[in-house]
């Protein structure tokens, strides 16, 4: 379920939606372009994010956080 | 419903609108698509902006001018201040209204505007752009047109979709949290915009501001570096300002946003497709303001997007005219400001508190920005050499 070029990532990209405002300054420095404000809703494409950090570095509010994959399965 | 256009907008900010107004008043057949389900909402700005710019594209009206402004102070942290006049009257704008207000324009000069219709991909043909694919009021359908305009702000995929490279550096980029505060009256002049600068104690590569938007109320923002945000988030970065310097107000909203600052992208067309406003990083890489410039950005791709529509051709050999006259009006300005800026988060905090308490003394607004520089650097001749950055920009001494 979570692979890309057949690796298996450990993390996951988790959103806190109670954080999030929708201002969409993480979409704007994504480099694979994995996270897409719908409407107001932020979504991310599991398939692609690279779990680069990118995104989670600089959120103004500190609303994404890679989450070990297990601890969001469990 | 009408599927085919001259012209598609993406995004109805006020670079798209003015697009679109400029567009359908030199007699293009436009659409202006936007995804939110009301246009300027919510707000993801600090509102200061110009009147000059703005009266050229809408009539004024106090329905959206929330505020007047006469000075611009530049502030320490150590509360020593440079106080300076604006290059042009200021006004504080209710973005809500304003944003609602420049659309409806739009349509009134003959442009279709159609809300909760997001753009989720591009129609190609033959290496050009021909259209967007959009979902629109639940419904998904192609609209097809000669030229499309990306006017999608900060978050903007749909130049990306046409394989232009629109990724900023975390340290060209800005990262900001506002709050829209009242019982403001003690703690400011509602007449001057301030500006609050200080790289270890208020704002890591970047600054805060309080722009009154009454006598009693202000926007306090802060911006800092993308790159600088990661242990301490521009949210708590604010919430510790406010919490020392304006104990007892009350908070009215709430606003995150970020900001490319890395000056307008080198390629801002292809076949097909233009960009505008903030999609463009058109914003200005100092203050990042980029209401004004984002409506000139549009103005110029209008100007050049009318012939090459009426003369059947949109390559992008034809279209980059646009990025010419952008480059010639903003392109040496917008390298000085960048510059400054970087020396501005190079220079430590002690260094700049001298820097502004120097300033503070000197009588201003009597002086050319050339003298003010030659002044300061009689006095702090380690600046000498950092001036040779912006003095071979041509910004200080011209
Ligand atoms: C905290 C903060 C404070 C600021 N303060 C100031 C200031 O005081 N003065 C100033 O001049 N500038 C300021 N700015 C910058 C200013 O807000 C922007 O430069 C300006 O809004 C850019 O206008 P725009 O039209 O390019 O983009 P936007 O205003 O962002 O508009 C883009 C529109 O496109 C829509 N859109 C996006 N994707 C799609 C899609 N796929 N389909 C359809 N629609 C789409 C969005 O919903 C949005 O409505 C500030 C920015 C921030 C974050
Ligand atoms: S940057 Fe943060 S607040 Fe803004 S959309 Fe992304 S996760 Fe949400
Ligand atoms: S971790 Fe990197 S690739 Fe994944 S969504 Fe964030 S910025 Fe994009």
Redesign the interface.
Same mark, same amino acid.
């Given at each position: 379920m979570f692979r890309r070029n057949g690796q298996q990532h450990v993390t996951r990209l988790d959103i806190d939606h109670d954080k999030c405002?929708? @201002?969409? =300054? @993480?979409? =704007?420095? @994504? $480099?694979p372009?994995s996270l897409?404000?719908?409407?107001?809703t932020l979504q991310v494409d599991d398939t692609t994010c690279t779990r680069c950090n990118?995104c989670v =570095?600089? @959120? $103004?509010?500190?609303a994404l956080a890679l989450t070990p994959v297990e601890s969001l399965v469990s | 419903m009408k599927t085919s256009y001259d012209v598609v907008i993406v995004g109805a900010g006020p670079a798209g609108s003015a697009a679109a107004i400029r567009a359908a008043e030199s007699g293009l057949d436009v659409l202006l698509i936007e995804k939110r389900q009301e246009i300027g909402v919510p707000v993801r700005c600090a509102e200061a902006t110009d009147i000059e710019t703005t009266e050229r594209f809408i009539p004024l009206n106090e329905r959206w001018i929330a505020h007047r402004v006469q000075r611009y102070a530049i502030v320490n942290a150590v509360g020593d201040r440079v106080i300076v006049p604006p290059t042009s009257e200021t006004i504080m704008l209710d973005r809500k209204v304003f944003d609602a207000a420049l659309a409806e324009r739009a349509a009134q000069v003959g442009a279709d505007v159609r809300v909760s219709t997001a753009a989720v991909g591009l129609l190609h043909d033959n290496g050009t752009v021909k259209g967007v694919k959009v979902k629109s009021l639940g419904r998904a359908y192609d609209v097809r047109a000669r030229l499309v305009v990306a006017s999608d702000g900060t978050e903007s995929q749909v130049a990306r979709w046409a394989g232009l490279k629109t990724i900023p550096p975390l340290a060209d980029y800005y990262v900001g949290f506002q709050f829209t505060l009242s019982g403001m009256a003690a703690y400011m002049n509602p007449a001057h915009c301030e500006y609050h600068v200080g790289v270890e104690t208020i704002a890591p590569g970047g600054y805060v501001w309080t722009f009154p938007k009454g006598e009693d109320s202000a926007n306090v923002g802060i911006v800092i570096g993308a790159n600088q945000a990661r242990e301490v988030s521009a949210q708590t970065w604010l919430e510790r300002f406010v919490e020392r310097r304006y104990p007892g107000v009350s908070m009215l909203s709430v606003v995150s946003g970020g900001i490319p600052v890395t000056g307008a992208l080198k390629q801002m067309v292809t076949n097909g497709l233009m960009i505008v406003g903030d999609a463009a990083h058109q914003a200005d890489p100092l203050t990042a303001g980029g209401i004004s410039l984002g409506m000139m950005g549009a103005e110029m791709a209008m100007s050049v997007a009318t012939q090459a529509v009426q003369q059947g051709d949109v390559s992008a050999r034809c279209l980059r005219d646009y990025e010419h006259l952008w480059h010639e009006r903003f392109g040496k300005m917008h390298a000085a400001l960048y510059s400054v800026r970087k020396i501005l988060s190079r220079m430590d905090e002690k260094q700049f508190d001298a820097l502004v308490e120097h300033a503070s003394r000197l009588p201003i607004e009597t002086m050319t920005p050339g003298e003010i520089m030659l002044e300061l650097l009689k006095a702090h001749p380690k600046l000498l050499l950092e001036a040779g950055t912006l003095i071979t920009t041509g910004l200080v001494l011209k």
């Open positions: 405002y929708s @201002c969409g =300054a @993480c979409v =704007a420095v @994504c $480099p372009d897409f404000l719908s409407k107001l990118r =570095a600089m @959120c $103004p509010v500190h | -």
